[in-house]
């Protein structure tokens, strides 16, 4: 394999990780004023993610990285047109991360409110932007002969891309939603399985849509293995869901984003960035990579710190691993 076509595979691996993990994350965040009855409540459901949401976000930071780094091209093609999104998203996380942290800062209801709109916007907003990003690398832009944009900067967003949007929203409101079924207790925990196997079938149907529009205009005939095993996996963490095994219901949504990274980078290889106005003019692996040398000194610096970063991570979901309920949330205190 060339070191091209490795850091291709990176990448996807990457946005493999952060969609399962960010995914859950975000859902929690959308779902926060629809499970959350209370303060406590709502505390309970922040307090699921608290210690992992920012370490959640490191993987689309080392995508964008790696992107960077290792097909300038690509990035640059593709930053550059989804600029408003772009920006829009990281907008949408910052607001997140400064609400989580302000949140309980004042004690009155109005201010906990005013905080708990802000994640939510950030949530659905941030899950919409980065679903219009990947499913535009994926279904292409208008690109010229020299690789550049032609037309609006609007041109983004398309109905194509509003369904890539609306598959990654959809999929993080069943995937946080199942997520809390695991992580809380009580109430929480039986009103979290209810609302999963109740919004599942419509909420996972723009993913499915998605997944059949990408794979019958640019898949191969291997990927229809990738988009079976999406669906199956999708089916089967509602069955298990609903016969009470959740953990297994977690697993099998990421078995399903595995499938689903597989099918759209698989359909996507050997481009990065398609053109919609000619296939000629489509962005490659090999024409958008970085030199052999800076491909390889990136391979030695990721080989000795991936293994420190996933082993700090891993430890961090060991040690906040039991589920939480409201006995266990402490009585309001505030810095005076």
């Known amino acids: 394999m060339s070191l091209p076509i490795f850091w291709f595979c990176v990448i996807a691996l990457l946005w493999l990780g952060y969609l399962f993990l960010e995914g859950f994350d975000f859902g929690v965040g959308m ?26 976000e490191v993987w689309l930071l080392v995508a964008g990285g ?32 400064v609400a989580f942290e302000y949140r309980g800062k004042v ?10 709109r802000v994640i939510v916007a950030g949530s659905w907003i941030a899950s919409l932007g980065i679903g219009l990003v990947l499913s535009t690398t994926v279904l292409g832009l208008p690109l010229n002969e020299h690789g550049d944009r032609v037309g609006s900067p609007l041109a983004v967003i398309r109905w194509e891309t509003l369904l ?4 990654v929203a959809g999929y993080a409101l ?22 999963a196997l109740r919004i599942a079938p419509v909420a996972l149907l723009p993913l499915v849509g998605l997944l059949l529009l990408v794979q019958l205009r640019e898949g191969a005939g291997w990927t229809w293995v990738s988009v079976a095993v999406v669906l199956v996996a999708a089916v089967g963490a509602l069955l298990r869901l609903a016969k ?17 990274v597989v099918t759209l980078f698989g359909a996507l290889y050997p481009n990065v960035l398609p053109s919609t106005l000619d296939p000629a003019n489509s962005l490659t692996v090999a024409a958008t990579a ?19 970063v996933l082993v700090y991570q891993g430890w961090t979901y060991w040690v906040f691993r039991k589920r939480i309920g409201t006995r266990h949330i402490p009585a309001v205190h505030v810095p005076k």
């Open 31 to 56: 779902l926060l004023p629809v499970l959350g009855r209370d303060n406590t409540e709502r505390r309970v459901m922040v307090n699921t993610i608290g210690p992992v949401w920012d370490g959640n």
């Open 66 to 97: 790696a992107t960077f780094a290792a097909f300038p091209g690509w990035y640059a093609a593709l930053f550059s047109a989804a600029y408003l999104p772009l920006t829009l998203f990281l907008v949408a996380l910052i607001g997140r991360g």
């Open 107 to 116: 004690d009155t209801e109005r201010w906990r409110r005013n905080w708990d």
């Open 164 to 167: 890539g949007a609306l598959a």
């Open 174 to 195: 069943v995937h946080g939603a199942v997520f809390l079924t695991l992580k809380t207790e009580g109430e929480i925990s039986d009103r979290a399985r209810r609302l």
């Open 244 to 260: 009470g095994r959740e953990g297994q219901a977690f697993a099998l949504l990421g078995v399903a984003v595995v499938g689903t």
């Open 290 to 308: 970085s030199s052999s040398y800076t491909l390889t000194v990136m391979t030695w610096v990721a080989a000795f710190g991936t293994p420190a």
